[in-house]
């Protein structure tokens, strides 16, 4: 296979790559479920995206996604990790 052969094979590849990857993972806080928190979330397990949901049923929701923090055992450097996929949409 010549240079140019794979090149053009790679092309619609890498295309997808890119597309999936300025598409992915915009994960709202205040509508995702536990599973896709702790999918979607560097740092997040089952336990801890759980705590994510019950927090924003017992306060309604999240402001902002810097207001993750005051859910117990997320913190600071938890938020920054996944701080480009998340959102806090209002309800």
């Not at 999918?39 to 993750?68: C, K, M």
């Amino acid at each position: 296979m010549s240079k140019r052969t794979r090149f053009l094979c790679a092309v619609p590849a890498l295309s997808l790559l890119f597309a999936g990857a300025a598409f992915a993972g915009s994960v709202d806080l205040n509508t995702a479920d536990a599973e896709t928190l702790a999918a979607e979330l560097d740092g997040v397990g089952e336990s801890r995206a759980a705590a994510i949901v019950e927090y924003r049923e017992a306060n309604g929701g999240f402001d902002s996604v810097d207001a993750l923090t005051n859910v117990q055992g997320v913190g600071p450097a938890t938020v920054e990790s996944n701080r480009e996929r998340l959102t806090a949409d209002a309800d």
